[in-house]
């Protein structure tokens, strides 16, 4: 019988590090987006902008830059378009997450079809009961805090036995706090904590370890 506890994890940079897909794995894309962004800024801020999309979701991306709806559904379709075949591994910790037996929900940000070869890739369907993605070009988005609000009508777990694991303050931890759930920050980089985290780790031991507490 699973405990009455819920895991909500995240995906990016939390069950594996993003980097690790490799620039000749995504080649093409990112070519396709530095050619229409090209005119727009100088040479290192084009460099600045590919940079950060390997931190940080596009949406994110796009508000900083101030991207153009042209350039953003460009992207869209380019990535949505291309043929991934990603070999990564997940964070080595993450094995202890796999066996625990507790209702695990994966919910993570980004646009479809390269979330999914992330999710073949890693296996996870093996681990979730549940996988959510939060499509950032969804015609009606209800972003993270929406799914978790799904999540918690579904389970009918308290909000208090929720845990929401993720490394974005902004993101699933800022949305996990302001649903009551109890957030847990994944800092692999040593990544300050945030004010919206309860729990601040850098090893999936340690949340083990207060699960069991």
Same mark, same amino acid.
């Given at each position: 019988m699973k405990s009455l506890k819920l895991l909500i994890f995240d995906l990016d940079n939390t069950i594996f590090e993003t980097k690790s897909i490799g620039e000749h794995a995504v080649a093409a894309v990112m070519e396709d987006f530095r050619s229409s962004i090209s005119s727009l800024f100088s040479p290192e801020k084009v460099e600045a902008v590919i940079n950060d999309l390997w931190n940080y979701p596009f949406d994110h991306v796009a508000r900083q830059?101030? $991207?153009?709806?042209?350039?953003?559904?460009?992207?869209? %379709?380019?990535?949505?378009?291309?043929?991934? +075949? $990603?070999? /990564?591994e997940a964070y080595p910790d993450f094995e202890l997450i796999r066996g625990l037996d507790i209702w695990k929900v994966l919910v993570t940000t980004g646009f479809e079809k390269l979330q999914r070869a992330k999710i073949e890739a890693? +296996? $996870?369907?093996?681990?979730?009961?549940? /996988?959510? /993605?939060?499509q950032l070009d969804a015609p009606i988005r209800i972003h993270k805090k929406g799914i978790f609000q799904q999540i918690l009508d579904s389970f009918h777990v308290k909000p208090s036995n929720i845990f929401?694991?993720?490394?974005?303050?902004?993101?699933?931890?800022? %949305?996990?706090?302001? $649903?009551?759930?109890?957030?847990? +920050?994944? %800092?692999?980089?040593?990544?300050?904590q945030s004010a919206f985290s309860d729990y601040y780790i850098t090893d999936f031991r340690e949340l083990i370890n207060f699960l069991e507490s």
């Open positions: 830059y101030q $991207l153009s709806e042209e350039v953003s559904k460009q992207f869209s %379709a380019s990535i949505n378009s291309y043929e991934y +075949q $990603l070999e /990564i890693l +296996q $996870l369907h093996l681990v979730f009961e549940e /996988i959510h /993605i939060d929401v694991i993720g490394d974005n303050p902004e993101s699933e931890l800022k %949305a996990g706090r302001e $649903l009551g759930m109890v957030t847990v +920050q994944v %800092a692999k980089h040593g990544q300050p």
